[in-house]
């Protein structure tokens, strides 16, 4: 259940770590599954990391980033700051107390803990007609 006056759906753009480790991949289920849940939508790291225009201009004009990373080496973190936009909340799943290590298998527990993670710090009322459009060529 989400908090009340929590960020949900298009209000809010969830920009994960998918890193080559258990806790960069925790970081992008949890943004898949959050943004299947109606809270938040994923949104493309590597068209900002490639400092695309229009990728930049959306995450830039979002009422609300997201940023999970995996780890403190910060990846995600450091491709926000480098394209000059504003992370509205920062998680670092480490911090979690989660372990990181080269084990794939992830659990639903830990993906169940960085969600729960996310809705926690990310309880800030935005109108959903602040929403920018998705600047890639997807649905959304």
Do not use: H, W
């Not at 990391?49 to 229009?54: H, P």
Request: with cysteine.
């Amino acid at each position: 259940m989400l908090p009340q006056g929590s960020l949900t759906g298009e209000n809010t753009l969830i920009l994960a770590c998918s890193g080559g480790s258990n806790v960069g991949q925790l970081s992008n289920q949890a943004a898949v599954e959050l943004t299947k849940e109606g809270f938040g939508k994923m949104f493309c790291l590597a068209g900002i990391g490639g400092r695309l225009a229009k990728f930049v201009k959306a995450a830039s004009d979002a009422p609300q980033v997201v940023v999970i990373d995996g780890c403190s080496v910060g990846c995600a973190k450091a491709i926000m700051d480098q394209a000059q936009v504003s992370v509205g909340s920062y998680l670092v799943l480490t911090d979690l107390g989660i372990e990181k290590n080269k084990n794939l298998d992830l659990t639903q527990d830990q993906i169940t803990q960085v969600k729960e993670a996310v809705r926690q710090k990310n309880a800030r009322p935005v109108p959903p007609s602040a929403m920018p459009q998705c600047a890639c060529r997807c649905s959304g």
